[in-house]
């Protein structure tokens, strides 16, 4: 799966956007982000290229139920992922959990 298309399927869930919105938004919504590459290589030869990118889920409560969307989404499409504690970012007041994956 590309980046574009990550993002297809993550605004198909809730409003998304790479970084930021220009202007405020009502949670639930979702900013993505790439965070380098996770590349495999061997014998001074990149064999595989892949790019990290983390989700950034923001809500008003724990939100059980779109964590679980992304969730589902990303093992509909085979993507594996690790969950971030969920935080509270107070000067914003909302919640933030991270899924982080590897697209290849």
Do not use: W
Not at 22 to 33: D, G, H, V
Not at 55 to 62: D, F
Not at 67 to 73: T, V
């Amino acid at each position: 799966m590309t980046l574009p298309e990550l993002a297809h399927e993550l605004n198909s869930l809730y409003p998304t956007r790479y970084s930021h919105f220009s202007s405020a938004q009502e949670p639930p919504f979702i900013c993505y982000l790439d965070d380098g590459s996770n590349n495999f290589y061997a014998d001074n030869k990149v064999f595989m290229e892949g790019t990290l990118v983390n989700i950034e889920l923001y809500t008003i409560t724990k939100d059980f139920k779109a964590e679980k969307k992304i969730k589902e989404m990303l093992n509909d499409n085979e993507i594996p992922y690790e969950q971030s504690p969920t935080v509270f970012i107070e000067s914003e007041g909302v919640f933030q959990c991270i899924f982080s994956v590897t697209l290849i």
